[in-house]
């Protein structure tokens, strides 16, 4: 009986450790939070997500304002969306797109020409798909130095300029150049976007 007992035990703590090496090998799941007075929080975690792409000095307004510095804006989702559109060529519930936005530099160290990204965030937005939360199913957020944000209001332009030229779901997918031909290969480009870009020859 003794011995039984001692079998037992170390089988429960056989499965208890090996338990606990799956969880710690498995990444958590990334999913949007939000405060109780409906502020979202700040996914402090984003770096470690699936990188898209980068703009530099990028403007969707012919009238855009001058600055009197370049900027380069990066871009990463979650993972769990990422693997999803490369399966469906769109994006499910719980998408987060996190705008990353940071100065560039000219001079420093050995760079004698063009320009790499600063240390210093500059600002981050994030894009984040949440149906049963919003009637549009998409909502913006803009990020200063807090961590939390309140959304940004449905009537400011980013909303009907994403819907409007959007190529995926609402989001510029054809800026993200490993994601739009798995778009295109799954049929899942918007309407409004192939004739934008039949109209300027982008392929």
Not at 151 to 162: F, G, K, L
Request: hydrophobic share 35%; net charge neutral; glycine share 6%.
């Amino acid at each position: 009986m003794k011995n039984k007992k001692i079998a037992l035990l170390v089988a429960a703590l056989v499965l208890l450790s090996s338990a606990l090496l799956l969880n710690s090998a498995t990444p958590p799941r990334s999913g949007p939070e939000y405060t109780s007075d409906a502020q979202m929080k700040l996914p402090e975690n984003y770096r470690q997500w699936v990188y898209l792409t980068t703009g530099f000095d990028m403007s969707y307004s012919p009238k855009a304002m001058e600055m009197d510095h370049h900027m380069f804006d990066n871009v990463f989702v979650n993972p769990e969306s990422y693997a999803a559109f490369l399966e469906t060529g769109t994006w499910p519930d719980k998408t987060m797109l996190v705008l990353e936005g940071r100065m560039a530099q000219g001079k420093g160290s050995i760079n004698q020409k063009g320009n790499f990204q600063s240390t210093e965030v500059m600002g981050i937005e994030v894009h984040v798909k949440d149906e049963a939360r919003f009637p549009g199913k998409w909502a913006f957020f803009i990020f200063g130095d807090a961590k939390t944000s309140k959304m940004v209001p449905t009537n400011m332009e980013c909303y009907s300029c994403h819907s409007d030229h959007a190529a995926v779901d609402t989001t510029f997918v054809q800026f993200y150049p490993t994601l739009l031909p798995i778009a295109r290969s799954k049929g899942t480009l918007s309407g409004p976007y192939q004739k934008e870009s039949a109209g300027s020859g982008q392929k």
